[in-house]
C-alpha cells in the first residue's frame, strides 16, 4: 500500500528551502567557516567552490548535521535545525562500496533498504534501472564494483555509482563532496547534468563542493557560494559571477574565460609569495587589490549595500523551472516520516542486510574463502602432524594439545575477517549517518549472515582432522566436538570485530586483536595450570576467556571414559598422570584421573555451551554499543 503522506501534496504546492544563516565553525581557536548565510530552493543546484582548505567539506559536514556549528543555524522551510538523516543523502569524498557486487545490485540493495517492503519489486526494479541509465552506467551494470584482488568498474564509474546509491532513494537534499572528482570533464558535465535533470524533476535540492569546474560544468548551477578561509567570497546566481568579477571585483576577466578559474585565482593564496617575488610594482600592486582579505571585505561590503543582488533575501531563483514531484514519486514513499517510524523497519531491513552480507560473504574471498582454505590447512596439518594418537598415556599430553591448537589457532585466524569487515564497515557508516538504517539492523544481520560460514569454516577443519588424530570415538563426542570449537570460533570473529570497530585502521586492529588472542592463551591454563596462575589473572581473565571454557570442554569430551595404558618396565607401572587404576593392580589411567590431576571442573556440555553462547552474545552487544557511539 502506497503512503501517500499529507506533506507529499504540501510539497507539490510548494517548492521547498533550505537556509543557513551565518554558520561558523571554530576548532582550536581556528575559525573555519565564519559568518557563512545563503539558501536555496527546491530543484537548485548550488556549487560550492574555492581553494583548497576553503572549508567547503566543513561547510558540507555543518550542513548534514555531522559538525555542530559554533555560531549559526540551517532550517528547512522555516523548521530550525531540520532532521537532516531524514531529509538528506551525503555522497562523501571517499566512495565506500561492497567491492563485489555488481553495480546493479548496489543499487537494488540501497533502493530495497530506503523503500518500504509495500512498494513493488517493479517499481524499485524501475527506479534502479532509471538512476543506471542516467547516470550513464549501462554498460558496466552487471560489472563488479572491484576488490583489492579483482579489478571492477573505473574510479569515475566507482564515483557515479557512489552517487547512484543516494540519487536512487530521491532524497530531498542531496549533498555531494567534490562529485566529478576522478571524472573528465565530459563525464563531469553529464553527472552535473544529470543530476540537475533528476532535482528538476522531483524537487530535489542539491548543494555540491566541486573544485574547479569546467565553464560548462559551472553553468549548469543555478547559484554559486565561493569559500575563502571559511567565509563568502561570493554567494549568487551563477549568472552574477562574471559581473561581479568583472564589475566589482574589477577583474580582468574575458568573454569566454572560465569565471570558476578566475575566481579560484583570486582566492587561492597559497602560492603567491613566490608569484609575486618574480613580479613587478604595478603588478605586485594589482595583486595586491586582489589580495583574498581584500576580496572577502569587497563581498562583505557589497552584500551589506546589495542584499537583493547578493541573494542573501529569501526568493527563489527566477532561473528555476521546477516541476512538482506528481502522484507516482516514488522517493516520498521513503521519505515518509510514517514509513521512517514503523515497528517493522527494522526488520525488513534487517532481511535486507542479511540478503546482501550472505551474497558479500559467499563471492569475497577475503571474507571467508581465504579462511577456509586456511582451515583446510589447518586440518591437513593436525591430521598429519598429530597423526593416530592411540590410548598410550605417553600420548596424553599430545592430546591436550591438540585441543589447545584446535581452539587457539582456530581462533586467532578470526583476525583474518578484519579486512573484509572494514570494507562492510565504511558501507555500514555511509548508510547509517544517511539515515538508511540503525546499528540494530547491522549488527544483528551481520551477526547471523556470517554464522553458516563460520560453521562452514569449523566443519572441515574438524572432518579432515578429528578421525585421522583418533580423538574420542563415536558420532556424538564428534558433534560434541563440532559445535563447542564452532562456538569458540564465533566468539572469537565476535571479538576481532568488536576490535575493527572501534579501531578501524587495519594495522592497528591487526595487532591489538593478535595481542588479546595471545593473552587469552597465556591465561586458559594450557601453558600454565590455572591452579599455578597468579590469583590476580585467576580470578576473572581465566573466567572470561572463551579459550578456557573450549579447551576445558573438548579436553573432558575427550578424555573421559577413555582408559590410556602406562609403560610397564621391570615389573614398575609409570604412568604420565596420578592413576586411581594402580590400587587395583591395572597399569592404567583413566580419563577421569587426568581431568583430576589438570584440575578441570567437570561441568555438563550444555553449560559450557551456555558459557560460550553468553561470552559471544557479550562481545556482540559490545559491539553494537561500539558502533552506536562511534561516528567515524
Ligand atoms: N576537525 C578539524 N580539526 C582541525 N582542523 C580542521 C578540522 N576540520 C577542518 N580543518 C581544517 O580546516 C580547513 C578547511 O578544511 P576543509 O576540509 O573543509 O577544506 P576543503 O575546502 O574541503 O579542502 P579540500 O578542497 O582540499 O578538500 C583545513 O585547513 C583543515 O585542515
Request: proline letters at 4%; a neutral charge.
Amino acid at each position: 500500500m502506497p503512503m501517500a503522506s499529507p506533506s507529499r501534496q504540501s510539497q507539490a504546492s510548494k517548492p521547498s528551502y533550505f537556509e543557513w544563516h551565518n554558520l561558523s565553525f571554530e576548532i582550536a581557536g581556528k575559525k573555519i567557516l565564519d559568518g557563512v548565510s545563503g539558501h536555496v530552493a527546491a530543484g537548485e543546484l548550488l556549487a560550492v567552490c574555492g581553494p583548497s582548505g576553503a572549508g567547503k567539506s566543513t561547510f558540507l559536514d555543518v550542513m548534514a548535521q555531522r559538525t555542530k556549528p559554533t555560531d549559526g543555524y540551517t532550517s528547512f522551510n522555516g523548521e530550525l535545525s531540520p532532521d537532516m538523516q531524514e531529509l538528506s543523502s551525503y555522497v562523501e569524498q571517499h566512495d565506500a562500496l561492497l567491492g563485489v557486487l555488481t553495480v546493479r545490485e548496489t543499487l537494488l540493495f540501497a533502493a530495497k533498504l530506503s523503500f518500504p517492503p509495500s512498494t513493488s519489486s517493479a517499481v524499485i526494479q524501475r527506479r534502479v534501472e532509471d538512476t543506471i541509465a542516467q547516470l550513464g552506467l549501462s554498460r558496466v551494470a552487471d560489472n563488479r564494483i572491484g576488490t583489492p584482488i579483482q579489478r571492477g568498474v573505473s574510479g569515475g564509474q566507482r564515483r557515479r555509482v557512489s552517487i547512484g546509491v543516494e540519487l536512487v532513494r530521491l532524497p530531498r537534499i542531496l549533498l555531494l563532496d567534490e562529485p566529478t572528482s576522478g571524472l573528465d570533464s565530459a563525464a563531469s558535465r553529464e553527472i552535473i547534468r544529470t543530476t540537475r535533470d533528476i532535482a528538476r524533476r522531483y524537487g530535489m535540492l542539491v548543494i555540491a563542493t566541486i573544485h574547479q569546474p569546467s565553464y560548462e560544468t559551472l553553468a549548469l548551477f543555478d547559484r554559486v557560494l565561493l569559500l575563502a578561509r571559511g567565509q563568502t567570497a561570493f554567494f549568487g546566481a551563477t549568472s552574477s559571477l562574471v559581473p561581479y568579477l568583472r564589475d566589482v571585483l574589477k577583474s580582468n576577466i574575458g568573454e569566454h574565460s572560465n569565471p570558476a578559474e578566475r575566481a579560484l585565482d583570486l582566492l587561492n593564496d597559497d602560492f603567491n609569495m613566490a608569484e609575486s617575488r618574480d613580479q613587478g610594482d604595478e603588478e605586485k600592486a594589482a595583486r595586491d587589490n586582489a589580495s583574498v582579505p581584500n576580496v572577502l571585505a569587497t563581498w562583505r561590503e557589497f552584500s551589506r549595500t546589495h542584499p537583493a543582488e547578493a541573494y542573501l533575501t529569501l526568493n527563489p531563483s527566477p532561473n528555476t523551472k521546477y516541476t512538482a514531484p506528481d502522484a507516482t514519486f516514488v522517493g516520498a514513499d521513503a521519505q515518509d516520516p510514517r514509513w521512517h517510524a514503523q515497528w517493522y523497519r527494522p526488520i525488513h531491513q534487517t532481511g535486507v542486510l542479511m540478503h546482501r552480507a550472505f551474497l558479500n560473504y559467499t563471492r569475497n574471498l577475503l571474507a571467508y574463502g581465504v579462511r577456509i582454505g586456511m582451515y583446510v590447512g589447518m586440518g591437513v596439518l593436525l591430521a598429519t602432524v598429530w597423526v593416530n594418537l592411540g590410548t598410550s598415556s605417553s600420548k596424553i599430553n599430545d592430546r591436550l594439545s591438540v585441543h589447545f591448537f584446535s581452539v587457539a589457532f582456530l581462533g586467532f585466524m578470526s583476525v583474518a575477517g578484519i579486512p573484509a569487515f572494514l570494507e562492510e564497515r565504511h558501507v555500514f557508516m555511509r548508510e547509517r549517518l544517511n539515515g538508511l538504517y540503525g546499528v540494530g539492523p547491522y549488527v544483528v544481520s551481520n551477526s547471523l549472515a556470517s554464522a553458516p560460514f563460520l560453521f562452514i569454516c569449523s566443519l572441515v577443519f574438524t572432518i579432515i582432522s578429528y578421525w585421522s588424530i583418533g580423538l574420542h570415538p563415536g558420532g556424538e563426542h564428534f558433534f560434541k566436538f563440532l559445535a563447542v570449537l564452532y562456538l569458540a570460533v564465533y566468539t572469537a570473529e565476535s571479538q576481532s570485530l568488536l576490535v575493527a570497530a572501534g579501531v578501524p585502521i587495519f594495522v592497528a586492529a591487526l595487532a591489538i586483536a593478535s595481542f588479546l588472542n595471545g593473552f587469552w592463551m597465556c591465561v586458559q591454563g594450557y601453558f600454565i595450570r590455572a591452579v599455578n596462575l597468579p590469583a590476580f589473572w585467576r580470578v576473572w581473565a581465566h573466567w572470561i576467556d572463551y579459550e578456557t571454557h573450549a579447551f576445558n570442554f573438548l579436553v573432558i569430551n575427550d578424555l573421559r571414559g577413555l582408559v590410556f595404558e602406562c609403560s610397564n618396565s621391570s615389573g614398575q607401572c609409570h604412568c604420565e598422570y596420578a592413576s586411581s587404576l594402580i590400587a587395583s593392580g591395572r597399569c592404567e589411567v583413566s580419563g577421569e584421573d587426568v581431568l583430576k590431576t589438570l584440575d578441570i571442573t567437570e561441568l555438563d556440555a550444555g553449560t559450557y555451551v551456555a558459557i560460550l553462547f553468553c561470552i559471544a552474545i557479550v562481545y556482540r552487544i559490545l559491539l553494537f554499543v561500539v558502533l552506536y557511539f562511534k561516528r567515524r
